[in-house]
Antibody
Framework: QVQLVESGGGVVQPGRSLRLSCAAS????????MHWVRQAPGKGLEWVAV??????????YYSDSVKGRFTISRDNSKSTLYLQMDNLRVEDTAVYYC?????????WGQGTMVTVSS | QAGLTQPPSVSKGLRQTATVTCTGN????????AAWLQQHQGHPPKLLSY???NRPSGISERLSASRSGNTASLTITGLQPEDEADYYC???????????FGGGTKLTVL
């Protein structure tokens, strides 16, 4: 059974950092691209970042709203995806979902809530 | 990064047919096609279709997707109460190298 479990969310002050983790199971983690997608309270979905790979190696892409502040990474030996979030802003407040990519966003975790507030 | 355009809401009666549209441009919907997701209140989204009309296993045949130019559409026939949810389209933008989402459409089954 394919499963994604996020952790690491919480309440943090503006300008501080937080690292999210996503533990994957039930599939060969190293063979798939992985995303972070967020959803602010009462709002729609917003894509955050992807870490994928090709024959040339792994690559990462970010949305403009987080570029330079967030870093996506993975540890294939631990089947774990990470999101390092630095210089957090109030507008980063959202549920953060870890998502497996196989034909678009085919498996989602339950999400972890991040609240940025002073 | 401009997102994809969806109507905020669609309302149809029980057993009727609803269509949700999603408009992008030639770099996203018009190039790679769109994926559709369904989200019920308090739950994570669920993939309904990808690259226009490919359904993952377990997705009802009452749902079908299509694309015409830069506009993708999701059609749900024989509406049931459980179809009431938020629907999102998404596509890879090959010029910007980002994924973009539509703003979401709230489907109400009357």
């Amino acid at each position: 059974q394919v499963q994604l479990v996020e952790s690491g969310g919480g309440v943090v002050q503006p300008g501080r950092s937080l690292r999210l983790s996503c533990a994957a199971s039930g599939f060969t983690f190293s063979s798939f691209g992985m995303h972070w997608v967020r959803q602010a309270p009462g709002k729609g979905l917003e894509w955050v970042a992807v870490i994928s790979f090709s024959f040339m190696g792994s690559f990462e892409y970010y949305s403009d709203s987080v570029k330079g502040r967030f870093t996506i990474s993975r540890d294939n030996s631990k089947s774990t995806l990470y999101l390092q979030m630095d210089n957090l802003r109030v507008e980063d407040t959202a549920v953060y979902y870890c998502v497996k990519e196989s034909n678009a966003f085919d498996v989602w975790g339950q999400g972890t809530m991040v609240t940025v507030s002073s | 990064q401009a997102g994809l355009t969806q109507p905020p809401s669609v309302s149809k009666g029980l057993r009727q047919t609803a269509t949700v549209t999603c408009t992008g441009n030639s770099n996203n919907v018009g190039d790679q096609g769109a994926a559709w997701l369904q989200q019920h209140q308090g739950h994570p989204p669920k993939l309904l279709s990808y690259r226009n009309n490919n359904r993952p296993s377990g997705i009802s045949e009452r749902l079908s997707a299509s694309r015409s130019g830069n506009t993708a559409s999701l059609t749900i026939t024989g509406l049931q109460p459980e179809d009431e949810a938020d629907y999102y389209c998404s596509a890879w933008d090959s010029r910007l190298n980002v994924w973009v989402f539509g703003g979401g459409t709230k489907l109400t089954v009357l």
